[in-house]
């Protein structure tokens, strides 16, 4: 088809999805919302992924994967002042921006999808186990270079951490009384408040 493109990249087809899905949400997303958004015919996404649920499948693993996803939040890390804010900068990038209400509804559908579907349920639990596991690293370094104290139980506070990294944002789309970036701040920082080092701590 005149002007549009033989071949397109996999984030390209990834970005379409997730614009084409927090507009018109999962169950009424078709093929043709997505080729449209992206700018490339219904048959290229046929011949790349078969299927909706092969597309949905991929735009998963891709949404998850460590580059899409933990590479992001670890420069957000590695580049704050100091290793309790890096942990604070990383969670907020993995939240994304503030979205309307309807598009939160669809991603939030979606993740309905994720949960009721043993594969997609699968994709969660995996990716989950290493977001925590990044997070553990965060904290783990914060001990190190005596930003917490020496006795907080790094792997409970990753599980906790993570609990608001999923938690605060669901609370934010129903209240939306502060921008999302501000909740998340605002609930890590009275998590990891008790067991920031002071002076007399060093």
Not at 14 to 32: E, N, W
Not at 105 to 111: G, K, Q, T, V
Not at 123 to 148: I, M, S
């Amino acid at each position: 088809m005149a002007g549009r493109p033989r071949t397109i990249s996999e984030e390209r087809i990834m970005a379409a999805l997730a614009a084409a899905v927090g507009r018109v949400g999962p169950s009424r997303l078709t093929l043709a919302d997505v080729a449209r958004e992206a700018g490339v015919s219904t048959g290229v996404l046929v011949g790349r992924y078969g299927s909706k649920r092969e597309l949905l499948l991929g735009f998963v693993r891709w949404g998850l994967s460590e580059k899409a996803f933990i590479r992001p939040m670890r420069a957000a890390f590695e580049t704050a002042p100091d290793s309790v804010e890096g942990l604070i900068r990383a969670v907020v990038r993995s939240a994304g921006p503030d979205t309307e209400p309807e598009e939160f509804a669809n991603n939030l559908a979606f993740l309905h999808l994720e949960l009721a579907d043993p594969e997609f349920r699968a994709l969660l639990g995996e990716h989950d186990a290493a977001v925590r596991a990044e997070l553990a690293d965060y904290l783990r370094a914060a001990v190190t270079l005596g930003h917490l104290v020496a006795s907080a139980d790094v792997d409970a506070l990753a599980a906790a951490v993570d609990s608001i990294r999923n938690g605060t944002q669901i609370t934010w789309a129903m209240t939306r009384s502060q921008p999302l970036a501000e909740a998340l701040r605002r609930d890590l920082s009275t998590l990891l408040e008790p067991y920031r080092c002071n002076k007399e701590d060093q």
